[in-house]
Structure formats: structure tokens, C-alpha cells
């Protein structure tokens, strides 16, 4: 007789299929938590209106000192230094002596230089009489045409050794005067390369001078300020050796935009007829630009330089956005944008970690709340 299973089993079997199914279904539903779950969080940041204020732009460039005139004096001639009367730190007036050049070789060569230049002139005028005499000849008919052509070329040449012996005499004239150097202006002895008695040859350089009265700062500017330094503004002027603060004349600016450094070139002039200032000194200049009325503007603390871009996170409708702008100057911890902001825009000023673009935010409090 075969023998049946109850029928109270099969229920049995589902129920623990059942069971063992169950467990994955609910580690499967824990794995999406619900939108609202705790572990979705919104970062709170701190925000700031963009703002409507007037510039009064200061810009800060840092530069070094340079002498207005300066200029390294070498031999015009070759010879033995027979005097120098300078050393540095001599002062010294316009057409005073710096050095001098041996000249006994060079009034030599001058006195044999006239001595042939007064030769070529007797020449000369002896062959001038020849010509005339060959002309008179030719007239009389006692002379050929050839002969008066010689006299004729016989003058033309002693004409042109006249000449020649003149240029000689006044070179040998200027070499002689080349010996004797002097200040080209009142200035300063700031080097002085050779010593009394060497032997230089031409082009060598003896001394430099300079013209301390004026001294000159050149600094780079960023090229956003183009057009708003103009010839003969002010400027504050600071010398790191110095607690005094002097004012300097803009002198010079240059209309051409570095396109490397993406800066333009500005001379500043500074008075130093007390000569308190040295040439080489490290200086900051300090530009004041036209107020610039009702500007947008955020705090700095908004704005983010990265790899030479500024930008900053701006909020709307609750989510963040990463924005460039153009930074203008700087006022009292604020910042004038050019552009990429409107007047509605809210800024990100604390809290950027973590900030992605398009991300849901929340605006915390000033009390901290959200």
C-alpha cells in the first residue's frame, strides 16, 4: 500500500522558502534609502548680497629705484690714464674733469699732422700757378691740349691731398681732445673701473656717473587698470629703508600691454635733491584712481583665485553655481566686479568645502540656524 505525505506539509515547505527569501528582500530595500533619510545631507552655507558702492581705487606696485641720468664713461682714446682726479662717491659739476688719457703722443701726432697739411697747401698753390701758366700757353697757342690736361690733373690732385691732410689734422685734433673726459652733468661718481697709470684701449669703461636729483621707480601695473594712469597723476611713494613717505610724478606710461605678464610698464619720478635716496632702493608706489561710482561689489572673502581665474559661488533657486568674474580694486574689505554678477546675485562667502556645481544648498542664518 503506498504511502502518502500529509497534506499539512506542503504549507510547511512555502512558508520556509518563504522565510528564507524574506531577508533579502529587506537588506535589498535598505539599500535606497528614502529621499528624507538622514544620510542625504544639504550643506549650509553663508551668503552675501552682492552690493552697490562707489571706488575710489588704490593700487599697490612694488619697484626699485633708478637714477634719472646715468652713464658708464669709457676712453675714447687708448693710452695711459695721466689723471683721475674721481673716486666713487665724488660729487662732481657739469664739465669737470673724470680722466685723463696721456695726451703727449696724441699733440705729437697733431704738430706732424698740421706740418703735412701746410705741405699739401704749398703743393697746392704751386700746382694751381702751373695750371695757370699751361693755360695761358694754350691760349697763345704755344701749349697742347694735353699739356694744360695735366696741369688741370696735377692741381685736382694736390686739391684732394689738401684735403685729406686737413681730415687727417682734425682727427688727430679730436683724438687729442679725447684724451680729457668730463662730466657730462652734476652727478655723482657711483664706479670707478681703472686706476691712475693702467693702460686702457678705446671703449674701455674708466667711471660711472649718475644723476641722483631725480630717481625713477618703474613698476608693472595689470593691464585692467589700462587708461586709468594718466601722465602726470600722484603718487605715494614708500621706501623700505625709510619710514618717510615721499610723492612721485607719473613721467611715463606705456601704451603697450606686456602679453606675457599681461601688465604695462609706469615711470614714476621722485625728487632727491638732498640725496637721501640711493639708486637700487626697494620701493612701494601707491596709485590712486578717479572714484568709480556705483559699482557691484561682493565681500573678498567671496572670491576664489584658482590657476589665474577669479570666481565665486553664486546661489539661485537654492543651488549653487560656480560663476567667473573680473576682479576691478579693492575698498575696505570689498571687492568691484566688472562682470559675470547682476545686482540680484547672492554670493557664497564661508563654507565652499564640498560645493558642487548645480547642488542643493541651504542659507545659514547669521544666528546659525538654517
Known amino acids: 500500500m503506498k504511502q502518502t505525505k500529509p497534506v499539512w506539509t506542503i504549507p510547511v515547505y512555502i512558508l520556509t522558502a518563504w ?10 530595500e535598505s539599500r535606497e534609502p528614502a529621499a528624507d533619510s538622514p544620510d542625504q545631507q544639504i550643506l549650509k552655507v553663508k551668503v552675501a548680497p552682492v552690493e552697490i558702492r562707489d571706488f575710489e581705487p ?3 606696485s612694488t619697484g626699485s629705484l633708478r637714477p634719472h641720468r646715468h652713464a658708464s664713461l669709457k676712453a675714447l682714446v687708448g693710452g695711459e690714464i695721466s689723471q683721475l682726479p ?19 703722443d696724441y699733440q705729437l701726432a697733431l704738430q706732424q699732422a698740421e706740418a703735412n697739411l701746410d705741405q699739401a697747401r704749398v703743393m697746392l698753390k704751386d700746382r694751381e700757378r702751373e695750371l695757370r701758366r699751361m693755360e695761358n700757353l694754350f691760349a697763345e697757342g704755344f701749349a697742347t691740349e694735353q699739356m694744360r690736361d695735366q696741369a688741370r690733373t696735377g692741381t685736382e690732385q694736390a686739391e684732394a691731398a689738401v684735403k685729406q691732410a686737413r681730415a687727417a689734422r682734425d682727427t688727430t685734433r679730436q683724438m687729442l681732445a679725447d684724451c680729457r673726459i668730463t662730466a657730462p652733468y652734476d652727478g655723482v661718481i657711483t664706479a670707478r673701473f681703472m686706476e691712475l697709470g693702467e693702460f686702457v684701449g678705446v671703449g674701455d669703461p674708466v667711471v660711472e656717473i649718475m644723476d ?3 630717481l625713477n621707480a618703474e613698476v608693472e ?34 601704451p603697450k ?67 567667473p568674474v573680473t576682479e576691478g580694486a579693492y575698498l575696505n574689505g570689498f571687492v568691484l566686479v566688472y562682470n559675470g554678477l547682476t545686482e540680484s546675485d547672492v554670493v ?20 546659525g540656524t538654517g
Open 86 to 104: 674721481v673716486d666713487i662717491g665724488t660729487s662732481v659739476f657739469k664739465g669737470s674733469l673724470l680722466f685723463e688719457i696721456r695726451p703727449v
Open 257 to 323: 600691454i606686456n602679453p606675457a605678464s599681461r601688465t604695462f610698464l609706469v615711470k614714476v619720478a621722485v625728487e632727491n635733491t638732498d640725496l637721501k635716496l640711493q639708486a637700487g632702493l626697494f620701493c612701494t608706489l601707491e596709485f590712486t584712481l578717479p572714484v568709480l561710482h556705483d559699482q557691484l561689489a561682493v565681500p573678498r572673502a567671496a572670491v576664489i583665485r584658482d590657476e589665474g581665474r577669479s570666481i565665486v559661488w553664486i546661489i539661485r533657486d537654492g543651488k549653487a553655481h560656480l560663476t
Open 348 to 367: 557664497v562667502t564661508d563654507r565652499f568645502g564640498g560645493l558642487q556645481n548645480g547642488m542643493d544648498v541651504i542659507i545659514e542664518n547669521n544666528d
Open 221 to 254: 601695473v595689470p593691464e585692467r587698470y589700462a587708461g586709468q594712469i594718466l601722465t602726470g597723476s600722484t603718487v605715494r611713494l614708500n621706501v623700505n629703508t625709510y619710514r618717510d613717505t615721499y610723492e612721485g610724478i607719473v613721467i611715463a606710461v606705456n
Open 58 to 60: 588704490m593700487i599697490q
Open 212 to 214: 641722483l636729483t631725480v
Open 19 to 28: 522565510l528564507l527569501i524574506l531577508p533579502g528582500c529587506r537588506e535589498s
